[in-house]
């Protein structure tokens, strides 16, 4: 359960950051995603980053139970998940980058995803089982 806590104080703050700088600015948001899917070292270094960050979150937290705590178990499963995409097919990101600017919504759906994830491991995470 320490391990638990440990990582929801970290990725709780870290979801609410990124999907509130996100919603704020979101026509930021969208020339960020255009600018990254351009340039294919930043693409893979962001799968190696992803990867990395997933393996150590299973390495430490992977716990199938029916609670929160499996929130992050399955965080670190799409890092894992969403490594390997960067680093295999890092060619195909320019497509999802047009579906963000023509269906912002999409977009704006994912980050209210994050922000809900946030919320939710930051209050376990600092607040205990509420």
């Not at 995603?33 to 962001?46: K, P, Q, R, V």
């Not at 990867?51 to 979150?57: D, N, P, Q, R, V």
């Amino acid at each position: 359960m320490e391990t638990s806590i440990f990582l929801a104080k970290i990725l709780g703050p870290y979801c609410l950051i990124v999907a509130l700088g996100g919603l704020f600015n979101l026509k930021a948001y969208q020339r960020v995603i255009d600018e990254f899917t351009a340039n294919a070292a930043i693409i893979y270094l962001s799968g190696i980053m992803a990867l990395l960050f997933g393996l150590l979150i299973l390495q430490y937290h992977h716990i199938w139970v029916f609670n929160w705590r499996v929130i992050i178990t399955i965080l670190g499963w799409v890092g894992i998940i969403k490594g390997v995409y960067l680093i295999f097919f890092h060619g195909s990101l320019p497509p999802v980058a047009k579906f963000y600017q023509k269906y912002p919504l999409f977009l704006a759906s994912h980050l209210i995803l994050a922000l809900v994830l946030g919320v939710v491991l930051t209050a376990f995470g600092y607040f205990g089982e509420i």
